[in-house]
């Protein structure tokens, strides 16, 4: 491939990876039928509209429509980041959330920028779900190993130093 083993080679991925799917243009080309339900009258009366809200999605479904977008496409970072955040917020699972951040750290040819943001996302789940500093003081030194004298460097140390404070402003 012209573009094999550059970060271009990852950006193609994500952009192939949110394509229109042929199915997604013929369900545009065909016109959809609305039914309409009877409306009611005095709505804007109700005390209560709770009921009115379309309903969501089951953090189950959610999981399981993110896996199998990951199993066609495995390079679908943006996918693979609500899925950790999702095992992290819904499920308590810091240990899936960081196997998914850790399995995107280590494709290759990341951005900096991205890694570091990853990075930095596991430190606050480690603050938020385990409240361990010495686990996310190990990511921002990661951060300090892999990207020595940048700018992630600096950023990455002065994180260090107030992660006592992060953990009391978390858990106050």
């Not at 969501?56 to 693979?80: F, M, S, V």
């Not at 819904?90 to 960081?98: G, N, P, T």
Request: proline share 5%; hydrophobic share 35%.
């Amino acid at each position: 491939s012209l573009c094999e083993g550059t970060e271009q080679e990852m950006i193609a991925a994500q952009r192939l990876a949110h394509l229109t799917t042929e199915e997604q243009l013929k369900a545009k080309k065909e016109a959809k039928r609305v039914h309409l339900q009877p409306y009611e009258r005095g709505l804007g009366l109700r005390s209560n509209t709770r009921d009115l809200r379309p309903k969501e999605k089951a953090p189950e479904q959610i999981a399981n429509e993110y896996i199998q977008q990951l199993n066609e496409h495995p390079l679908d970072l943006e996918t693979r980041e609500n899925l950790a955040l999702l095992y992290a917020n819904h499920y308590q699972r810091l240990d899936m959330a960081v196997d998914q951040l850790e399995t995107m750290i280590t494709f290759r040819n990341q951005a900096p920028r991205q890694i570091v943001k990853w990075l930095n996302l596991m430190a606050d789940l480690h603050i938020k779900l385990s409240g361990s500093i010495p686990d996310a003081k190990a990511c921002l030194d990661r951060v300090c190993q892999l990207f020595p004298n940048s700018p992630h460097e600096a950023q990455a140390r002065k994180r260090i130093h107030l992660l006592g404070r992060e953990k009391k402003g978390r858990h106050s």
